[in-house]
């Protein structure tokens, strides 16, 4: 039997696009003999649905959709994702559910049993698990047919107590199909090729995984859709960060699997994955939200830089918009650094003063203000004024402002809130500044894009006279190992200060993360790159005082 | 058996704090002849712990206090909430627990069955739910021992497959005792007497019920923690929105209960309780965030008088600034009635006008608008403009800003982001406009505070000349009822149009709710008020295209 995996981006709640999306793909594989296509979890509504879970019109329209979809469905069979009506009374009132079309009508439902509600999931919020287990058979084919989280458990600590594949397995399938929405991180590639190996090497028969791909907001899904033979062999797969089809031959006889097309050579190293994740976050953000054009603040510093390098790459250089908004304490070169950038990339760009608003602004609060020393209120009404400015071209002309702020400065909560941490999403909030110097390496690997001097010259905000970032912040190799192993490892400040770290740093770090959650609630959404970014997948309290 | 119940006010993740009150309450009881003192779910760590429970530390901490509790214990017992460490490899790692520690240790445990994952609650991304229920026995008192949602499943739709109450009630108990964390909204006392009560209709013995009290950020606890006999009477109960202790005898022969105190009256009308929540509200935020002064942005108008008048009655008139930022378009009166309130309320209030910024930034954008036309461009930059002002003030002196804007505005995006949607947390974003209405009139019950001007003027933003909030929005009346019927009760447009509003009203709201999504995400936590609140309890996709 030729089967296709379709690996697709969807769009949330457009149903009519998910829709024509599905059966015009189902229309490409019939033509390429296919009789089976795969779409991923939940492809009919998009995911993460969310709350459009709980309005009963919502789903409604997702039932309208399936009894669309099946009716293209003769003589060649789809299995796609969607939402079912549980029909017991007790428990949660909806299934995600794997749904098998054929003959124009729905041929056979599984549901999800393992319901991830963990750092960005919330599964089990909206769904009941599922508790019995068959396989479907579909043409003389007998499938095990599941649903992400469900071959996830084969692990030491197994987050439940339930192993779907293991009652399936007991049912004697010739295939495994996995339909997933299985987000990106940079360790995730390996991490899920791993899962998928322990599957075959546990039950001994192919695999295949249909992942979707495109970002939802801050999810990135980077697809990787593939077919693993029964020992764990990569046989086909469609490309990372991109709508693909890929097509296999199976013969259930030997349970064999053949395929013309070559697999894919995936990105490998760390940065690269990052770097591509990063512009198709921005692009479907965009893209997404029916907005062309992106707005920048570009300080001459790395984090502005590589924003606007990633977002030229990702909408046009033409759709960027570079605006140099200098002050009295920036330095020279500053300027001459984020001019240079911008011819580089070829990208419109502005030089607007702040002094004018800086100074209004002032003399407004100087009755009050008299004689106080300057503090960290005239540093961010600075960044408040180039906000203003560029939110004030944002609106009048259709931009979108990126924020530029990179994941060391969240977390510890250098950054002016409705200052320098306003945007409509944030490119770098996930990326630690250590990284972000290796990104913009990544992106002058064949020539130098962003000067060389914005990499090589010490990080500052440039709010006061000779400011330097590391005047109130340990150095950012330091800063960033603290905080990775904090937040990305949940040490203690006991495990920090056994592992080497100074006693009084990693106190006054830890206390610096806690205490700015309620700056952290404010800032926009956040591109998922890390297995623990803020946003979502970090739920903390703000009025917590645990190690504060 | 003398019995009290303790209603306190933790603090998330301030295990000193939270011991030591425990410890004292502990005594005050002992000293009043009580043999078992019953503290509310999660009581050692607080409610909610969010993501803090997965750091091994903080569980670590969690049980080096239950160990000082229980030190204590001696000739007393007590029940406390804390999470504990799940022995079995499978399934989550820890179970949200139930204390009893007596005789100066850990006498046993009972563990959640029941984990609520909707609306603001997350239980099971920390949780193992419980499969196995025991009776507590303490000195001949045998005690079905349950964690508040476990005893909320007995309505037609029930939520959960497992009835742990069934269970424990074929073991015979002598009396039910439900440690919780149960928050506000307007209509949760109704709702939750009416829970208790059927199970003491459904069981048959009295039933003994602790809450938390206070704020933890957004999330309001009430209290009212109670003790009904087997009949469903309260025999007694502590007071709404306030620490407290309350004391009763148990006969276990012969299943009744005893109580010297007399029972509160509780406030019985909606506008009232939510004017009492929001107090409560907003002194605890100040209090756990280590603040004690506000400022507020004060316009004339109705939204940010009301906010005015709670945070004076919440932090003391003496410990509210108010500051008046009149623009070229503000109304004459609207000055007037400003000065007006904040003179009633005894409030230092300044006027600084936006005049000056205002224009200094348009000066610096000139020349990339040249002559376009006046447009929500130039309506924002003065609503950005107010907001540097007021931060500018809250930075140099040790404010913290409070939020004015209400449901209806947060619903429909109508608000300037990093204008005036700025703020540490958002007073009013969960109280319609309309309700808005009705606590100004609460507020002036017995004299006017609130200037009648301020309540009886058409709404208007007042950032061009002669808006109005009718320009562009739907009448306040028909447009609350649309999002009450949507956001609250998940309606769906042909629901709303059968129901009498307007076809292409219900389309246009709908629209603006969905599609301002984006905005809601970087608006200040908001205190919640009602059963469906903007903020963690309402999680919808930023990029989704349902209904849009």
């Known amino acids: 039997m030729r089967i296709a995996l379709a690996q697709l981006n969807y ?57 669309a979809i099946a009716a293209q ?72 047919l599941t649903i992400c989280e469900d071959i996830w458990n084969l692990v030491p600590d197994p987050l439940y107590v339930a192993s779907p594949m293991d009652v399936l397995h007991a049912q004697h399938p010739d295939l495994m199909i996995n339909i997933a929405a299985s987000p990106f991180n940079y360790d995730q590639q390996v991490t899920r090729l791993g899962i998928l190996r322990t599957n075959t090497a546990q039950y001994r028969i192919p695999l295949v995984y249909v992942n979707q791909v495109g970002a939802q907001t801050e999810l990135l899904f980077d697809g990787n859709s593939c077919v693993l033979d029964s020992d764990g062999n990569t046989i086909a797969s469609c490309n990372a960060f991109a709508e693909g089809i890929c097509l296999f031959d199976f013969d259930a006889g030997t349970k064999t699997i053949q395929s013309e097309l070559p697999v894919p050579t995936t990105e490998t190293t760390k940065t690269a994955l990052i770097h591509d994740a990063l512009v198709m976050g921005i692009r479907d953000y965009f893209a997404k939200m029916g907005f062309t054009k992106a707005i920048l603040g570009l300080s001459g510093g790395i984090d502005s830089a590589v924003t606007l390098a990633l977002a030229a790459e990702a909408l046009g250089s033409e759709n960027v918009y570079a605006v140099l908004l200098p002050s009295e304490y920036s330095s020279g070169h500053s300027v001459d650094d984020a001019v240079a950038l911008a011819v580089n990339l070829n990208c419109k760009y502005d030089i607007i003063s702040i002094k004018d608003g800086y100074t209004s602004i002032l003399g407004s609060l100087q009755p009050y203000f008299k004689d106080l020393p300057f503090s960290v209120a005239e540093e961010n009404i600075q960044a408040r004024v180039r906000a203003v400015l560029l939110m004030g071209l944002a609106n009048k002309f259709g931009y979108i402002l990126l924020n530029t702020s990179n994941k060391s400065e969240a977390a510890v909560g250098y ?33 130098e894009i962003i000067p060389v001097n914005s990499i090589v010259k010490p990080p500052s905000a440039e709010l006061r006279p000779g400011q330097k970032d590391s005047d109130s912040l340990p150095e950012y190799d330091i800063l960033d190992k603290i905080l990775y192993n904090y937040i990305e490892l949940r040490q203690s400040p006991a495990d920090l200060i056994a592992s080497g770290f100074d006693e009084a740093t990693v106190k006054r770090v ?11 609630h404010q800032t926009p959404p956040i591109l998922r790159v890390s297995p623990k970014a803020f946003g979502q997948g970090r739920r903390m309290p703000i009025v917590g005082r645990y190690l504060s």
Chains 1, 2 share one sequence.
């Not at 829709?19 to 033509?31: A, H, L, Y």
């Not at 549901?111 to 058979?137: G, M, N, Q, S, V």
């Open 11 to 67: 769009i949330i709640g457009d149903f009519d696009l998910n829709t024509s999306k599905i059966i015009e793909t189902i229309e490409t594989c019939r033509q390429q003999g296919a009789e089976l296509v795969v779409f991923a979890e939940l492809s009919v509504c998009g995911y993460p649905p969310r709350d459009f879970l709980e309005f009963d019109d919502f789903i409604d329209k997702s039932y309208q959709a399936i009894d």
């Open 415 to 447: 950054g002016t809130l409705y200052g320098d941490m306003c945007g409509g999403i944030s490119v770098l909030g996930d990326v630690y500044k250590t990284e972000v110097y290796e990104l913009a390496h990544h992106i002058n690997r064949e020539q």
């Open 510 to 520: 830890l206390r610096m993360v806690n205490m700015n959650e309620w700056k952290r």
């Open 73 to 144: 469905c003769n003589g060649i069979a789809a299995i796609v994702g969607a939402p079912s009506r549980n029909p017991d009374i007790k428990g949660k009132n909806l299934f995600n559910s794997a749904w098998l079309l054929a003959d124009g009508k729905v041929h056979s439902l599984a549901h999800k049993a393992l319901l991830p509600t963990y750092d960005i999931f919330d599964e089990y919020r909206y769904f009941e698990p599922c508790r019995t287990f068959d396989c479907i058979t579909y043409k003389g084919l007998k499938i095990a």
